[in-house]
């Protein structure tokens, strides 16, 4: 099932998540509905928040659904290790028409469970590792523009709001 994906200003996308205690059948369910939800809006990321559930779980593919093999799906993801800086262009789907340049670690590693429950860890270098960290931060209640600062994230945030006051938000 597609989710409708919520934007910036959502109560959900701005506190932590919560633990998964178990890959239960409804958590699989979750998952597929995660997915479908990206591949519809054309993203390479989606976190749970972004659908109103504010569990600890991500899905990533970096294809955009051209090559099932390249789906990756976190639950209960840690980022271990992070070496590094890149400087690139970040979007987001929760803030849809709005890019920035954002530093992160060029390389980053990530331990947690597959869809199965079971444990798994993947060291990402360049935009897989910048997917990754972009995801964890929605999990712990971040979305990119809050890793701005000054005039940037200023001018962001008052042009959501204009769009909130008239309603095209």
Request: aromatic share 4%; with cysteine.
């Amino acid at each position: 099932m597609i989710h409708k994906i919520l934007r910036h200003g959502a109560d959900v996308l701005h506190h932590p998540s919560t633990l998964v205690t178990n890959v239960t059948p409804e958590i699989q369910s979750l998952i597929d509905d995660m997915v479908q939800t990206m591949y519809s809006a054309n993203g390479i990321g989606l976190a749970a928040p972004q659908i109103g559930v504010a569990l600890r779980i991500f899905v990533v593919d970096l294809s955009v659904g051209q090559n099932i093999d390249d789906l990756i799906i976190f639950v209960n993801p840690i980022l271990t290790k992070k070496e590094g800086t890149q400087l690139e262009e970040e979007g987001c789907l929760s803030l849809p028409g709005f890019n920035s340049k954002i530093i992160r670690p060029e390389k980053a590693t990530v331990t947690g469970l597959n869809r199965e429950g079971g444990s798994h860890t993947i060291e990402a270098t360049g935009l897989l590792a910048r997917a990754f960290q972009h995801e964890i931060d929605h999990l712990d209640g971040k979305l990119f523009v809050d890793r701005l600062k000054g005039l940037q994230k200023s001018l962001i945030l008052r042009r959501v709001k204009k769009l909130s006051r008239t309603g095209k938000w």
